[in-house]
């Protein structure tokens, strides 16, 4: 049974503070996703990667950064958290090919900046 | 410049048959998506289109037309359990994909 794994289901963090989001996959995926989700916006991409240590810029990725030292593990890296960063992060993965296709999401961090 | 459109809301009724259009603009495609969303859940996965014509999955079935940059979603014999968000989803250039706002459905009794 596939599975994508997030460090926290709910977050509370004060403004600068630095945050660390992990996502964790057990099914061998090349590529791995950050998303974010609000409402009425749908999701939109932060960053991805499609192999270990590397990473590319999606719609969105100012105020993030990512690292990727293990190919099961993907993090997620708000350098100084602000309120406009309250959201719900998703993770998500899938195989290189197979990225035309299906994502594997998992089941999201709900992170609040105060 | 990238867009993508499908309706904010649809409502049906328990046992009909509803279709949920996608119109989409992107630089480069390779396929279509769409996933399904309940409520406090995570986005799952529910079918894929690479090339022009109609996806059958029990009952739902997914329609695309390259040429018109069109999709559909179909789903028949409307279940109470149907009601949540769908989204379609274009893949593009390197392994990207797009999700919109999605389409919010409300199955009726």
């Known amino acids: 049974d596939v599975k994508v794994t997030q460090s926290s289901r709910y977050l509370v963090k004060r403004t600068g503070e630095k945050v660390f989001l992990e996502c964790v996959q057990d099914m061998d995926h090349e590529n791995m996703f950050w998303y974010r989700q609000d409402p009425g916006l749908g999701l939109r991409l932060i960053y991805f990667s499609y192999d270990v240590k590397m990473k590319e810029k999606g719609d969105i990725p100012e105020g993030y950064s990512v690292s990727r030292e293990k190919k099961e593990r993907f993090s997620l890296i708000l350098e100084s958290a602000s309120t406009n960063q309250t959201s719900m992060y998703l993770c998500?993965?899938?195989?290189?090919?197979?990225?035309?296709?299906?994502?594997?999401f998992g089941p999201g961090t709900r992170l609040t900046v105060t | 410049g990238q867009s993508l459109e499908q309706p904010s809301e649809v409502t049906a009724v328990e046992g009909a048959i509803v279709q949920i259009n996608c119109t989409y603009q992107?630089?480069?495609?390779?396929?279509l998506s769409w996933y399904q969303q309940h409520d406090g859940g995570a986005p799952t996965f529910l079918s894929y289109n690479a090339l022009d014509g109609l996806e059958e999955t029990g009952r739902f079935s997914s329609f695309l037309s390259r040429s018109d940059s069109y999709g559909y979603l179909l789903l028949q014999e409307l279940q109470m359990k149907d009601s949540a968000s769908y989204f379609c989803?274009?893949?593009?250039?390197?392994?990207?994909?797009?999700f919109g706002a999605g389409t919010r459905l409300f199955v009726k009794a």
């Open positions: 992107t630089s480069g495609f390779y396929g």
């Open positions: 998500a993965s899938s195989f290189r090919d197979g990225g035309l296709g299906e994502q594997y």
């Open positions: 989803a274009p893949h593009t250039e390197g392994f990207k994909t797009i």
